[in-house]
DNA sequence: AAGTGGTCTAGACCACCAT
DNA sequence: TGGTGGTCTAGACCACTTA
């Protein structure tokens, strides 16, 4: 049934494409929800009119971006943002002999704010438009070592109130996941050096004028979309931040 | 012919990690150069008694590595170093507005040294084994931005002069690659923030105490043998460090 | 034992590139 | 026109998980 997919369809991508396509809408639309199972590849062959073949090619493209994964002998899952793919996926820094922590997080302010332009740009939003602005002190073994600066489209997280980010029970994308249905796939990443201000070094325990990293992150959902700009200001006297390219 | 490849091999592999080993080990014995073509799938297919299916899952792989490139209805080959690949895999310098400049170098000292511990253990080496250590200031557009500091393993790079360092005609890593048959294929880099010391500020014109970002490179050949090790220093005012995950 | 993903095959047809 | 990689299919068998 090579072209039943694409009937009426002005574009033409290659079937697994399609597929792939279709199978991240139902993401989207929670029709597969995170942690839960897909339907087997037969089944999913069989629902597309496509073979097992053109199924695994999109469900791998899938899993390579680890948005789903692949159990053998059980079935392939909706990635969900337990705390070990937040460490080994979301959370690059490490302390300096390589051992990985999960960080504590402590929240500082919860603020409401209007986008300006750059923001509204990074968050494809209208300048003006209502924002959640979120500071919080990440500490690794009881050492304040980061400080974190989210800000959210407030459309995008209506209810969000101060309490419920405090009283999570797991990550925040977590959060955003359970809650919102927004699944965080993706991070693009600037970095720089920069130098302790008088309340980042106080809240840091470090002395004004010390050295600390700049991460600045976009968080992504599906289709690439922007859901979140985080500022990070790391303490990299006793920890670093990994990157490694060019493994498959 | 399933188990063609498997006999009197002691470890069982999926066929095509297999074929995938056995492509590698003819690019690191140089049977097909970077640059050059690889035998089309269907030879490939002949050569080592498996479906062309087989033979594409394993180019696949390395295609997703990076270290080969496929043009349709050309051929596959081997991945270069081609001042446009550097740019875009291995040179994560960015100017703050995102746009990417190839860096000019120039080399400051070629050293000749003894690896320490810590030396030789990220080398792969032996606690005082001959090593080469070279220093580079690198300019985008003009200004002094970056600090580079080299180590290779003397044995690796048995005839590497200064003379041949600084004439070279294209990168460092296209070097490495014509001259010493040594494809560098995977980088793992560590990020700290620091502070300029005297000599590091007076170089890249800037006064001494300014934040510099500390980049630590291993680099890699087949295999993730490490081949040289790099600590860079990066005047980042004007640029950034990007970094992209979760994409496939 | 039944169901899932994982591997491998063989062959068809298409899109692209060189000549 | 002939050769290359790109897509898609259909089916066989294996390895693993669960019940």
């Keep these: 049934m090579n072209?039943?997919?694409?009937?009426?369809?002005?574009?033409?991508?290659?079937?697994?494409?399609?597929?792939?396509?279709?199978?991240?809408q139902g993401l989207i639309e929670a029709e597969w929800e995170p942690g839960s199972a897909l339907p087997s590849e037969t089944r999913l062959a069989q629902r597309y009119h496509v073979s097992i073949g053109t199924i695994r090619r999109a469900v791998d493209e899938l899993v390579a971006e680890q948005i789903l994964v692949r159990q053998q002998g059980r079935g392939?899952?909706?990635a969900t943002h337990d705390p070990k793919r937040l460490l080994f996926h979301f959370f690059h820094i490490v302390r300096s002999d390589g051992v990985k922590q999960l960080p504590e997080t402590e929240t500082l302010a919860f603020e409401r704010d209007r986008a300006d332009t750059s923001i509204a740009r990074r968050l494809n939003l209208l300048p003006g438009e209502?924002?959640?602005?979120?500071?919080?002190?990440?500490?690794?073994?009881?050492?304040?070592?980061?400080?974190?600066?989210?800000?959210?489209?407030?459309?995008?997280?209506p209810d969000l109130?101060?309490?419920?980010?405090?009283?999570?029970?797991a990550t925040v994308y977590a959060l955003y996941q359970t809650r919102y249905g927004i699944n965080i796939v993706r991070a693009a990443e600037r970095l720089r050096a920069t130098i302790a201000e008088r309340a980042?070094?106080?809240?840091?325990?470090?002395?004004?004028?010390?050295?600390?990293?700049?991460?600045?992150?976009?968080?992504?959902?599906?289709?690439?979309?922007?859901?979140?700009?985080?500022?990070?200001?790391?303490?990299?006297?006793?920890?670093?931040?990994?990157?490694?390219?060019?493994?498959?």
Tied chains: 1, 2.
Excluded at 3 to 8: C, K, N, P, Q
Excluded at 130 to 157: T, Y
Excluded at 161 to 169: G, S, V, W
Aim: no cysteine; aromatic share 8%.
């Design 76 to 78: 392939t899952f909706v």
């Design 200 to 248: 980042s070094a106080r809240l840091l325990k470090i002395p004004p004028g010390a050295p600390l990293l700049e991460i600045n992150r976009t968080a992504m959902t599906y289709h690439n979309t922007p859901v979140e700009l985080r500022k990070s200001l790391v303490n990299t006297a006793e920890h670093e931040y990994w990157s490694d390219f060019g493994k498959g």
């Design 130 to 157: 209502r924002v959640i602005r979120i500071r919080n002190l990440l500490r690794l073994a009881g050492e304040p070592i980061l400080l974190d600066e989210i800000v959210l489209s407030q459309a995008r997280f």
């Design 161 to 169: 109130t101060e309490k419920i980010f405090r009283e999570r029970d």
């Design 3 to 24: 072209s039943a997919l694409r009937t009426g369809v002005e574009t033409f991508a290659p079937l697994y494409i399609e597929v792939k396509r279709l199978i991240t």
